[in-house]
Protein backbone atom coordinates (compact mmCIF):
# COMPACT_ATOMS: atom_id res chain seq x y z
CA UNK A 1 0.00 0.00 0.00
CA UNK A 2 2.65 2.15 0.47
CA UNK A 3 4.35 1.51 -2.67
CA UNK A 4 0.75 2.96 -4.33
CA UNK A 5 0.92 6.23 -2.14
CA UNK A 6 4.33 6.49 -3.77
CA UNK A 7 3.20 6.79 -7.01
CA UNK A 8 0.37 8.32 -6.85
CA UNK A 9 2.37 11.23 -5.00
CA UNK A 10 4.68 11.25 -7.97
CA UNK A 11 2.37 11.33 -10.53
CA UNK A 12 0.42 14.63 -8.49
CA UNK A 13 3.55 16.27 -8.52
CA UNK A 14 4.37 15.74 -11.76
CA UNK A 15 0.69 16.30 -12.96
CA UNK A 16 1.54 19.90 -12.60
CA UNK A 17 5.06 20.26 -13.97
CA UNK A 18 4.37 18.40 -17.65
CA UNK A 19 0.41 20.10 -18.18
CA UNK A 20 2.26 23.38 -17.52
CA UNK A 21 5.12 22.61 -20.48
CA UNK A 22 2.74 21.31 -22.75
CA UNK A 23 -0.26 23.44 -22.19
CA UNK A 24 -2.19 21.76 -25.25
CA UNK A 25 -4.18 18.91 -25.11
CA UNK A 26 -3.28 15.45 -24.72
CA UNK A 27 -1.32 16.24 -21.05
CA UNK A 28 -2.86 16.55 -18.12
CA UNK A 29 -3.92 15.48 -14.82
CA UNK A 30 -7.15 13.94 -13.90
CA UNK A 31 -9.97 12.66 -11.32
CA UNK A 32 -12.55 9.88 -12.20
CA UNK A 33 -15.44 7.88 -11.08
CA UNK A 34 -16.86 5.00 -11.92
CA UNK A 35 -19.69 2.14 -12.01
CA UNK A 36 -19.27 -1.37 -12.73
CA UNK A 37 -19.12 -5.52 -11.56
CA UNK A 38 -17.58 -6.71 -9.50
CA UNK A 39 -16.10 -3.47 -8.48
CA UNK A 40 -19.58 -1.13 -7.98
CA UNK A 41 -17.50 1.61 -6.85
CA UNK A 42 -14.47 2.80 -8.45
CA UNK A 43 -12.58 5.84 -8.24
CA UNK A 44 -8.92 7.02 -9.21
CA UNK A 45 -6.78 9.64 -10.78
CA UNK A 46 -5.05 9.70 -14.35
CA UNK A 47 -2.13 11.77 -15.83
CA UNK A 48 -2.13 12.02 -19.95
CA UNK A 49 1.98 11.93 -20.44
CA UNK A 50 1.31 12.48 -24.02
CA UNK A 51 -2.11 11.77 -26.21
CA UNK A 52 -0.50 8.19 -26.70
CA UNK A 53 0.33 7.61 -23.02
CA UNK A 54 -0.98 7.86 -19.53
CA UNK A 55 -1.04 6.56 -16.10
CA UNK A 56 -3.44 5.96 -13.46
CA UNK A 57 -3.84 4.32 -10.17
CA UNK A 58 -7.17 3.48 -9.07
CA UNK A 59 -9.23 1.88 -6.42
CA UNK A 60 -12.19 -0.46 -7.00
CA UNK A 61 -14.93 -1.29 -3.54
CA UNK A 62 -17.27 -4.01 -3.53
CA UNK A 63 -19.21 -4.35 -0.31
CA UNK A 64 -22.73 -6.32 0.25
CA UNK A 65 -24.16 -7.59 3.46
CA UNK A 66 -26.26 -10.38 3.03
CA UNK A 67 -28.30 -11.23 6.19
CA UNK A 68 -25.27 -11.91 8.68
CA UNK A 69 -22.70 -11.81 6.46
CA UNK A 70 -20.29 -8.95 4.92
CA UNK A 71 -18.61 -9.27 1.90
CA UNK A 72 -15.93 -6.59 1.40
CA UNK A 73 -13.48 -6.97 -2.09
CA UNK A 74 -11.21 -4.05 -2.70
CA UNK A 75 -7.94 -3.45 -4.80
CA UNK A 76 -5.76 -0.83 -5.05
CA UNK A 77 -4.05 -0.74 -8.94
CA UNK A 78 -1.97 1.22 -11.49
CA UNK A 79 -1.92 1.05 -15.19
CA UNK A 80 0.39 2.29 -17.62
CA UNK A 81 -1.99 3.07 -20.77
CA UNK A 82 -1.14 3.35 -24.33
CA UNK A 83 -3.72 5.54 -26.78
CA UNK A 84 -2.11 3.27 -29.92
CA UNK A 85 -4.45 5.78 -32.54
CA UNK A 86 -3.76 8.89 -29.91
CA UNK A 87 -7.61 8.32 -29.41
CA UNK A 88 -10.29 7.49 -27.04
CA UNK A 89 -9.14 3.37 -27.17
CA UNK A 90 -6.49 2.03 -24.95
CA UNK A 91 -4.69 -0.56 -23.61
CA UNK A 92 -3.60 -0.66 -20.29
CA UNK A 93 -1.10 -2.71 -17.82
CA UNK A 94 -1.40 -2.82 -14.50
CA UNK A 95 -0.77 -4.62 -11.28
CA UNK A 96 -3.02 -3.97 -8.23
CA UNK A 97 -3.60 -5.86 -4.88
CA UNK A 98 -6.58 -7.64 -4.39
CA UNK A 99 -8.04 -7.96 -0.40
CA UNK A 100 -11.33 -10.69 0.36
CA UNK A 101 -12.48 -9.79 3.40
CA UNK A 102 -15.53 -11.46 4.49
CA UNK A 103 -17.28 -11.93 7.54
CA UNK A 104 -20.47 -14.01 9.10
CA UNK A 105 -22.38 -14.45 12.77
CA UNK A 106 -23.33 -17.99 13.38
CA UNK A 107 -26.93 -17.81 14.31
CA UNK A 108 -26.57 -20.59 17.38
CA UNK A 109 -23.36 -19.34 19.39
CA UNK A 110 -22.91 -16.24 17.83
CA UNK A 111 -19.68 -16.65 17.07
CA UNK A 112 -18.06 -14.10 14.34
CA UNK A 113 -15.98 -16.41 11.66
CA UNK A 114 -13.71 -13.83 9.01
CA UNK A 115 -11.81 -15.28 5.72
CA UNK A 116 -9.55 -13.12 4.27
CA UNK A 117 -7.59 -13.75 1.22
CA UNK A 118 -4.81 -11.09 0.03
CA UNK A 119 -3.19 -11.43 -3.80
CA UNK A 120 -1.02 -9.32 -5.94
CA UNK A 121 -2.54 -9.13 -9.07
CA UNK A 122 -1.76 -8.51 -12.49
CA UNK A 123 -3.94 -6.52 -14.35
CA UNK A 124 -4.43 -6.15 -18.74
CA UNK A 125 -7.22 -3.40 -20.00
CA UNK A 126 -8.75 -2.35 -23.03
CA UNK A 127 -10.90 0.70 -22.33
CA UNK A 128 -12.40 4.08 -23.93
CA UNK A 129 -12.23 7.54 -22.50
CA UNK A 130 -13.87 9.94 -24.84
CA UNK A 131 -13.13 13.34 -24.22
CA UNK A 132 -9.91 13.21 -22.30
CA UNK A 133 -7.84 14.21 -25.26
CA UNK A 134 -9.63 17.73 -25.70
CA UNK A 135 -8.95 18.31 -21.12
CA UNK A 136 -12.36 19.07 -19.23
CA UNK A 137 -14.67 16.34 -19.01
CA UNK A 138 -14.82 12.89 -20.10
CA UNK A 139 -16.68 9.68 -20.32
CA UNK A 140 -14.98 6.31 -20.33
CA UNK A 141 -15.99 2.60 -20.21
CA UNK A 142 -13.61 -0.56 -19.64
CA UNK A 143 -12.73 -4.00 -19.45
CA UNK A 144 -9.92 -5.45 -17.22
CA UNK A 145 -8.72 -8.85 -16.62
CA UNK A 146 -7.76 -9.78 -13.43
CA UNK A 147 -5.11 -12.41 -12.74
CA UNK A 148 -4.08 -12.81 -8.93
CA UNK A 149 -1.01 -14.34 -7.64
CA UNK A 150 0.15 -16.20 -4.53
CA UNK A 151 -3.26 -15.47 -2.26
CA UNK A 152 -2.52 -15.40 1.17
CA UNK A 153 -5.36 -16.98 3.28
CA UNK A 154 -6.40 -16.14 6.92
CA UNK A 155 -9.20 -17.80 8.66
CA UNK A 156 -10.20 -16.62 12.25
CA UNK A 157 -12.84 -19.45 13.40
CA UNK A 158 -12.84 -19.69 17.16
CA UNK A 159 -14.17 -22.94 18.33
CA UNK A 160 -13.69 -24.71 15.39
CA UNK A 161 -10.78 -27.69 15.12
CA UNK A 162 -8.56 -27.10 11.95
CA UNK A 163 -9.60 -30.77 10.91
CA UNK A 164 -13.27 -29.92 10.64
CA UNK A 165 -14.37 -30.43 7.05
CA UNK A 166 -16.17 -26.86 6.87
CA UNK A 167 -13.32 -25.51 7.69
CA UNK A 168 -11.40 -27.68 5.03
CA UNK A 169 -13.72 -26.72 2.40
CA UNK A 170 -13.52 -22.63 3.73
CA UNK A 171 -10.24 -22.96 3.28
CA UNK A 172 -10.46 -24.60 0.14
CA UNK A 173 -12.66 -22.15 -1.04
CA UNK A 174 -10.69 -19.22 -0.49
CA UNK A 175 -7.63 -20.02 -2.00
CA UNK A 176 -9.45 -21.03 -5.31
CA UNK A 177 -10.55 -17.25 -4.72
CA UNK A 178 -7.36 -16.14 -4.80
CA UNK A 179 -6.18 -17.92 -7.92
CA UNK A 180 -8.64 -17.43 -9.87
CA UNK A 181 -8.67 -15.36 -12.97
CA UNK A 182 -11.93 -12.83 -13.47
CA UNK A 183 -13.38 -9.90 -15.31
CA UNK A 184 -14.15 -6.66 -14.03
CA UNK A 185 -16.21 -4.46 -16.32
CA UNK A 186 -16.46 -0.58 -16.04
CA UNK A 187 -20.37 0.18 -17.38
CA UNK A 188 -19.90 3.92 -17.27
CA UNK A 189 -16.30 6.15 -15.95
CA UNK A 190 -16.85 9.80 -15.66
CA UNK A 191 -13.47 12.09 -15.32
CA UNK A 192 -12.38 15.67 -15.49
CA UNK A 193 -8.73 16.72 -16.72
CA UNK A 194 -7.38 19.72 -15.29
Known amino acids: MSQLKVI ?7 GSVAHGEDGGSGSGLGINLGIGFPFLSQFGVNFQLTNKLGISAGYGILDLDVDEANLKLDMPEVYLNYHPFAGAFYVGLGIGKETLDVTATESTTSTEISIEVDAMTTLAR ?3 MWGADNGGFWFGMDLTYIKPN ?35 LTLARIGWIF
Open 8 to 14: LLVILLS
Open 150 to 184: SPEVTISAPGVPTSDPNYIDAVDAAEDFGQSSYIN
Open 126 to 128: LGW
